[in-house]
């Protein structure tokens, strides 16, 4: 009884490893940053290597930028230069390809530039109480 068990609990986890796909474990600009300045490049980081196929900056009530010069090679951090971005706040967006050929998607914002008077307040008096 005791080894089913134990050959359960392997296929499982085995079950579970072959399921695990690479994700973005953290970006630059940070999801939600506000920046004083306009980032110069985009970089992503994954958990494992993927290949980039789609990066585009949308500004806030504009149209979508894609990004020209990625790289065709599996990478766990991509960095690309940014378009020259203005004040305002922008969309990023994403689409990789992993070994396994699972694709993913994804998006995160950020904002360049002073937020009007009372914007994000309390969120930036939680913060840095921290």
């Known amino acids: 009884m005791k080894g ?3 050959a359960v609990a392997a296929l499982l986890l085995v079950s579970s490893l072959a399921h ?4 973005l474990t953290s ?8 920046l004083a300045s306009a ?10 290597p993927v290949r980039v196929t789609a990066l585009s900056v949308t500004p806030s009530g504009g149209d979508r930028q894609n990004l020209a010069g990625i790289p ?5 951090d991509f960095t690309i230069a ?5 004040n305002g706040d922008y969309a990023v967006s994403w689409r990789a390809l992993a070994p396994d050929s699972h694709v993913m998607t994804g998006t995160f914002t950020f ?4 937020r009007a008077p009372g914007a994000d307040a309390g969120h ?5 109480s921290h």
């Open 39 to 48: 980032p110069k490049e985009i970089v992503l980081h994954f958990s494992e």
């Open 124 to 128: 930036a008096e939680h913060s840095a």
């Open 111 to 114: 904002s360049v530039g002073a």
């Open 20 to 23: 695990a796909h690479s994700q």
């Open 4 to 6: 089913s068990t134990y």
């Open 72 to 76: 065709g090679e599996f990478v766990k």
């Open 82 to 86: 940014a378009p020259g971005l203005g």
């Open 27 to 34: 970006s630059t600009p940070a999801d939600k940053a506000s």
